[in-house]
T-cell receptor, first 109, second 120 residues
């Protein structure tokens, strides 16, 4: 399967703590994106990082990309209960995206 | 921002019937749209790539005769689940790619809100 893998599969933290999710993929990519999905809902685009970038920030989000290791990480700082959701990475090598297995994050108030 | 809609948002049907799901790009033209399927607590699996004016490209293991895709215009793609069975119950999500604009953010896909199909 071409699907990427994410770890951990599930993560439970206290509000205010940081949450780190990792994504590993198998093929060369042009870019990698992170998405959030609330239960039973559609996808929300969070951030895109290109293959020639190593780190990117957006608000409380920090994404890193290591193409030599074919891996990326998403850090959410000062988490809030509203951050509770599933988070997916998606890699693009050509024109289509391959999604990772996802991390289910639960932030406890 | 780019908006993609799906209709219906939720559908319940009897086993053996066919169901059509629409995916529309509302404020841009999409030569390419993608259809994904997501089972509960699982990731999105790409089913097929829909190209305006030509046949869809299906991923390995996806039955093209069961999941009919039509992309007749630059703003509309439809997925028809033919002779649906309970195992086809899933969350179907489409996305669209605007090929005519150079987005500063890159090659981003815009996702619809999804359609939940339940086959009884």
């Amino acid at each position: 399967s071409q699907q990427g893998e994410e770890d951990p599969q599930a993560l439970s933290i206290q509000e205010g703590e940081n949450a780190t999710m990792n994504c590993s993929y198998k093929t060369s990519i042009n870019n990698l994106q992170w998405y959030r999905q609330n239960s039973g809902r559609g996808l929300v685009h969070l951030i895109l990082i290109r293959s020639n970038e190593r780190e990117k920030h957006s608000g409380r989000l920090r994404v890193t990309l290591d193409t030599s290791k074919k891996s990326s990480s998403l850090l959410i700082t000062a988490s809030r209960a509203a951050d509770t959701a599933s988070y997916f990475c998606a890699t693009s090598g050509t024109y289509k995206y391959i999604f990772g297995t996802g991390t289910r994050l639960k932030v406890l108030a | 921002g780019a908006v993609v809609s799906q209709h219906p948002s939720r559908v319940i049907c009897k086993s053996g019937t066919s169901v059509k799901i629409e995916c529309r790009s509302l404020d841009f033209q999409a030569t390419t749209m993608f259809w994904y399927r997501q089972f509960p607590k699982q990731s999105l699996m790409l089913m097929a790539t829909s190209n305006e004016g030509s046949k869809a490209t299906y991923e390995q293991g996806v039955e093209k005769d069961k999941f009919l895709i039509n992309h007749a215009s630059l703003t509309l793609s439809t997925l028809t689940v033919t002779s649906a069975h309970p195992e086809d119950s899933s969350f179907y999500i489409c996305s669209a790619r605007d090929s005519f604009l150079v987005w500063e953010s890159g090659d981003e896909q815009f996702f619809g809100p999804g359609t939940r199909l339940t086959v009884l």
